[in-house]
């Protein structure tokens, strides 16, 4: 009867062993499931950034102090760009249509309806007409004279500003080229201090060096593409002015006969 019990408490010890064996290997497999779970997770919430947030991301890694100054500039230079943008394409006018319609009001009712028409259109050349056609009475040269004088006036109007943009395309880069060399200072004066060679005292300054200079080229290409943009408009316009004071010149000459 006593082999009985004994055998029976053994077999119980065994097998309460066995259950907690595997408790606790369940429980260790499941934290180890956990924690692998956990850091795919955080890797794929690290992949799946979107653009704005890893731009942001960035942003704060290469420091306020210089990259503050660089967006700055870009919203500085985009506030003025897009501002001539819509001053230039409110000053382009129908250069024909504008032509015929003064061409047919001196025709029919002479000068006045003729300065009446330019007062009535918004534009540089229809301002340049409107001068043209008020020193008529004083001769062909006092017209020819007076479109001269405030074509360059108009032109002037039309460049106004776009100088700081090229001023903001030339110092995004060199703020980012700043925040590089400081940087790399910053790198090796740590260096210096823990006196040993070691990749994670180097790093930070590194990235912190190489994104000042990649903000700065990103926001120098893109004002560059406004600026060039906005040139071109303006070239576009000053050569409308041309001809049309040209063919205004034709026309009073015509209209004095």
Known sequence: MKR?????AITGMMAFGTANATTIANTTTAVTTTVTTAQ???AAAE????????????FIEGGPEFMGIVLLCLILGLAIAIERII????STTNTKKLTQSVEDALASGGVEAAKEVCRNTKGPIASIYYQGLDRTDEGIEAAEKAVVAYGGVQMGQLEKNVSWISLFIALAPMLGFMGTVIGMIQAFDKIEAAGDMQPSLVAGGIKVAL??????LVVAIILQIFYNYIIAKIDSIVNDMEDASITLM???????K
């Open 4 to 8: 009985l019990f004994s055998i029976l």
């Open 40 to 42: 795919e997770d955080e």
């Open 47 to 58: 992949e799946s950034l979107t653009f704005h947030q890893e731009l942001k991301k960035r």
């Open 87 to 90: 001053f230039l394409n409110l």
């Open 211 to 216: 994104l000042t200079t990649v903000f700065g």
């Open 250 to 256: 034709d026309l009073l000459i015509r209209h004095k």
